[in-house]
């Protein structure tokens, strides 16, 4: 084998040329035509690649954008209904609020009805007293409030203590026994002797037994406020020191100390003051 190449180029008009070359520049060209297209293979795909990269960000960078564009729409519409949640929550409160106070104002007027005043606090500091001006806009005060009148009315000696009719009222009257005018410092209900009587409220039996005028009698405190008295029992059921519960039978009527017949002398006390039973107790004269 020669070390050259002889290419012949034939023209149109018979005429031919020869070309000589060396196989060995054939093969440098052929290397070097070889390796500039794997640099233009090589360039080629670089670019595709960066391209292709480059489109595949900007997808990416568009789903996140519309990603975020989704959650502040979420956001402004749970935002929207918290708002809404929060608005009827107030007018909620608002409502049970109101309807506290109305009914505490009534519960209120009931016990200025009957006589019994709530304690005004004249220190100005109504966290110090049961009294806190109605109507409050705080749900706590108007709770603090209610139930402060339910601690109130707990104490309060309401209804009748045993059955019968009112044989005598409160206030002046003439002595059954001398003629003369009286003070009577509680009504008078009658029955057979050994009517039960009850307790009006809860408290605790702070005295028992005969006393002058009263016959048996029994003294019932109920908390600061109010006490209540039963005289002319027959039986005491109850000891010094006794908690009692509203209802909770204390004795019988009975005829006992100064009384012309059977009946119960019924008083309430407030602190210490002897008030008209009649209007707590509902009795038909
Ligand atoms: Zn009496």
Not at 9 to 32: D, F, H, P, W, Y
Not at 219 to 248: C, N, P, W, Y
Request: net charge positive; hydrophobic share 35%.
């Amino acid at each position: 084998m020669g070390k050259k190449i002889h290419i012949i180029i034939t023209g149109e008009n018979s005429q031919s040329r020869s070309l000589v070359v060396r196989k060995n520049r054939m093969r440098s060209a052929a290397i070097a035509v070889g390796v500039l297209a794997l640099v233009l293979v090589a360039s080629l795909y670089v670019s595709v690649s960066s391209l292709l990269e480059q489109h595949s960000r900007q997808q990416r960078v568009a789903d996140l954008e519309s990603r975020v564009d989704w959650l502040s729409s979420q956001n402004r519409e749970l935002l929207t209904e918290v708002n809404r949640y929060q608005s009827e929550k107030k007018a909620l409160l608002s409502n049970a609020v109101n309807h506290l106070n109305e009914r505490s104002s009534q519960i209120e007027d009931i016990l200025h009805k009957v006589g019994i005043e709530l304690p005004v606090d004249e220190s100005g500091e109504s966290s110090g007293g049961p009294y806190i001006e109605v109507p409050v806009d705080s749900p706590d005060d108007a709770l603090l409030f209610s139930s402060q009148l339910i601690d109130i009315i707990e104490q309060v000696p309401l209804g009748v203590p045993c059955e019968g009719y009112l044989s005598s009222s409160f206030g002046r009257r003439r002595d059954p026994f001398n003629g003369r005018t009286a003070f009577h410092s509680g009504i008078d209900i009658a029955h057979y002797v050994g009517t039960k009587v009850k307790a009006t409220a809860s408290g605790t039996v702070v005295s028992c037994g005969s006393v002058s005028g009263y016959g048996k009698m029994i003294k019932i405190s109920h908390g600061d406020r109010f006490t209540s008295v039963f005289g002319h029992l027959d039986k005491i059921m109850v000891k010094r020191g006794e908690q009692v519960a509203r209802g909770d039978v204390i004795g019988t009527m009975g005829n006992t100390g100064r009384s012309t017949g059977p009946h119960l002398h019924y008083e309430i006390r407030d602190q210490g003051r002897a008030i008209n039973p009649y209007s707590l107790t509902y009795l038909k004269k």
